[in-house]
C-alpha cells in the first residue's frame, strides 16, 4: 500500500517558522524522488521544492528560495520542509508527492509526473 502522510502544519505568525513532516512508506520512498507542493485559497497547485532520490540534489521556487529547506532521510523514509522567514503569502495546503519515474538524480517541478500524493497539511500564516 503506497501512503504519504503530512505532519507539522499550523497557524504562525508572519516571520516565524514551520517544519513539515513526511513520512512515507518503504515501498513509496524507495529510487522516489520527492517534492513539496502547496495550493493557496482560489490558486493552482504550485511548486514548492523537491529533493532528488541519489545525491539529494535540491530545487526551489523562487519564491521560497533562502526561506525554505528541503531534506530526506533515506533510513527513516521521511522528508522534511524547514520554513523559515514565512509570509503570509505562503498561506496554503501543503503537499508532499513521490515520482518513482522521472531519475534517479534529478527531481521535477512539473506536478505531473508525480505518481503519489498525500492528503495535504494545512499552512495559515498571518500578518
Known amino acids: 500500500q503506497v501512503q504519504l502522510v503530512e505532519s507539522g502544519g499550523g497557524l504562525v505568525q508572519a516571520g516565524g517558522s514551520l517544519r513539515l513532516s513526511c513520512a512515507a512508506s518503504?515501498?513509496?520512498?524507495?529510487?522516489?524522488?520527492m517534492g513539496w507542493f502547496r495550493q493557496g485559497p482560489g490558486k493552482e497547485r504550485e511548486f514548492v521544492a523537491a529533493?532528488?532520490?541519489?545525491?539529494?540534489?535540491?530545487y526551489y521556487a523562487d519564491s521560497v528560495k533562502g526561506r525554505f529547506t528541503i531534506s530526506r532521510d533515506n533510513t527513516k523514509n521521511t522528508v522534511d520542509l524547514q520554513m523559515n522567514s514565512l509570509k503570509p503569502e505562503d498561506t496554503a495546503v501543503y503537499y508532499c508527492?513521490?515520482?518513482?519515474?522521472?531519475?534517479?538524480?534529478?527531481?521535477?517541478?512539473?506536478?505531473?509526473?508525480?505518481?503519489?500524493w498525500g492528503q495535504g497539511t494545512q499552512v495559515t500564516v498571518s500578518s
Open positions: 508527492a513521490a515520482d518513482p519515474n522521472y531519475s534517479d538524480y534529478f527531481a521535477s517541478d512539473n506536478p505531473l509526473v508525480y505518481d503519489y
Open positions: 518503504r515501498r513509496t520512498f524507495s529510487r522516489c524522488a
Open positions: 529533493i532528488s532520490w541519489i545525491g539529494g540534489r535540491t
